[in-house]
């Protein structure tokens, strides 16, 4: 059975010094809601990956997370909000 998406919550991350923090029991992320644009893809694709392979290391994590940021990019992906 496939795992549920994650809950993800936009708020002010400044006292926990972080842009962006997963929670693998919950599976939920906190992105800080300050972040636009490219920053908050990088951020956004982070925590993803925190949360889908919770046995790889920061490193890891960091590495892909950014090669993946960097593709979307590339490509034209763009966060668009409709209202």
Do not use: C
Not at 17 to 38: C, F, M, P, V, W
Request: net charge positive; glycine share 4%.
């Amino acid at each position: 059975m496939a795992k549920k998406i994650h809950q993800v919550v936009h708020r002010k991350l400044g006292k926990e010094r972080a842009y962006g923090i997963a929670y693998t029991e919950d599976n939920k992320l906190e992105i800080d809601s300050r972040l636009h644009g490219y920053r908050y893809m990088l951020y956004l694709l982070h925590e993803h990956f925190h949360l889908k392979h919770p046995d790889w290391s920061e490193t890891k994590v960091s590495k892909e997370s950014s090669k993946t940021a960097r593709f979307m990019w590339q490509m034209g992906f763009r966060f668009v909000e409709l209202k």
